[in-house]
């Protein structure tokens, strides 16, 4: 079975799964995000074969969330250096963090974000950059942005409908159409 290719699609979400979608690249991005660049290092840490994690790295690379870099010539050695937009991959790594001990930690929380100075618990949260409130629902929501071709328009359109309707009281659903109150 072949596997299908979401890069093509104007979805932003399935357009990064493209890219990073498989779960090793998840873990590869979180060992890089931890300060893991060689080779040995993700696989010691991963315990994942060499051949897949050649594959994996290969697909960072091309995706642009790793640069290979030579540091040693004789033998040669390359290392997996976190580029710009793998830098900003840290923000989903804190949100999946966030959500798998909220969800699936019964015994606890293992692994916390912590405030590099006093070594205190940080709570995370999405914000809205401008107003630093949450980006909770139903205050917001996700809409069909300026590139959007006409087919995500009308998803998000019909999304927008569906809520409407499902955010109808009872007895507006069972008023008709046109009937005055």
Excluded at 35 to 44: M, N
Excluded at 100 to 126: C, M
Aim: charged content about 30%; overall charge positive.
């Amino acid at each position: 079975m072949e596997r299908k290719s979401f890069g093509r699609m104007q979805c932003p979400i399935a357009r990064s799964l493209e890219r990073v979608g498989e779960w090793w690249s998840i873990l590869i991005l979180r060992d890089a995000l931890h300060g893991y660049t060689r080779f040995d290092q993700f696989q010691k840490s991963l315990g994942i074969a060499p051949n897949m994690l050649t594959r994996r790295l290969g697909a960072l690379v091309k995706a642009g969330l790793l640069e290979r870099r030579a540091y040693s010539w004789r033998p040669p050695r390359y290392e997996y250096v976190l580029t710009e937009r793998g830098r900003d991959f840290r923000q989903v790594i804190v949100a999946m963090y966030a959500w798998g001990n909220k969800h699936f930690a019964p015994e606890g929380e293992s692994v916390l974000l912590v405030n590099a100075k006093t070594g205190k618990a940080a709570d995370p949260r999405l914000v809205d950059r401008i107003t630093g409130r949450p980006l909770i629902h139903p205050e917001y929501r996700f809409a069909a942005g300026p590139a959007a071709s006409e087919r995500t328009r009308r998803k998000y359109t019909a999304y927008e409908a569906d809520r409407d309707d499902a955010d109808a009281s009872p007895r507006d659903k069972r008023r008709k159409p046109g009937a005055r109150s």
